[in-house]
């Protein structure tokens, strides 16, 4: 069985299935900002969503924006847009949650009450 973590760092290893950006991501983070196994496994769901709307957009991009209906013949939307709008948004959820979207910096500004009055 494989081991799950490195022996040099003593961090967990990204999981196979997950794409080389994803996975360059896993490592960079936990090393860097996610500690706990809940942050590491929530992080991993959005890695998966952001590897799904990755394919959705790639899928997109081969077959058109839009498809023509067997039945009807009528023209409508790419039914995989709707797949890639639910993946990032379930991606982004992730990262606001793990503050992955802010640098520690802006998260303190951001979080405190008044503004900067040393710029006026």
């Given amino acids: 069985m494989e081991k799950t973590e490195d022996k040099k760092e003593g961090l967990p290893k990204p ?3 997950l794409s080389e950006k994803a996975k360059d991501l ?3 983070y936990v090393r860097h900002r996610i500690k706990t196994p809940g942050q590491i496994a929530l992080f991993i769901r959005g890695l998966e969503a952001m590897d799904q709307a990755d394919e959705c957009g790639k899928l997109i991009r ?3 924006l839009y498809q023509v209906s067997e039945r009807s013949k009528m023209t409508r939307q790419n039914p995989l847009l709707n797949t ?3 993946a990032t948004a379930q991606m982004l959820k992730v ?3 793990l503050y992955l979207n802010i ?3 802006q998260r303190l500004i951001n979080t405190w009450p008044f503004k900067d009055l040393s710029s006026q």
Avoid: L, S, T
């Fill in 95 to 97: 990262w606001k949650a």
């Fill in 26 to 28: 896993f490592v960079y």
């Fill in 103 to 105: 640098n520690r910096e």
């Fill in 62 to 64: 081969q077959d058109g």
């Fill in 15 to 17: 999981p196979e299935y």
């Fill in 84 to 86: 890639q709008k639910e």
